[in-house]
């Protein structure tokens, strides 16, 4: 919901959004509360669809992420974790 609020605030920029998200995250929920979506998701009609897709079940394995430090996506660390094959552990 948080990432749907702040795409929506910033015109579907993902850039934008993504910069937003970092800073307002000592109160995401306050945030988007004030922007009056109240977190509630993607409204359907907006899609053009039920909210079910056709694409499978959406099961997947993570098996890395990135993460951030940082106050803006401007500046700060960018750190890349990744599954072990052997034990499934993180490195």
């Not at 995250?25 to 004030?34: H, I, N």
């Not at 909210?51 to 990135?66: N, Q, R």
């Amino acid at each position: 919901a948080h990432v749907v609020a702040a795409l929506k605030n910033c015109g579907n920029n993902a850039e934008r959004a993504a910069d937003w998200l970092f800073s307002h995250s000592d109160d995401l929920d306050g945030a988007v509360a004030t922007l009056g979506g109240g977190g509630g998701g993607v409204e359907t009609e907006e899609r053009g669809t039920s909210g079910e897709y056709e694409d499978g079940t959406g099961e997947y394995s993570l098996v890395g992420f990135v993460s951030h430090i940082g106050r803006h996506t401007s500046h700060g660390h960018y750190v890349c974790h990744m599954k072990r094959g052997e034990d499934n552990g993180w490195v």
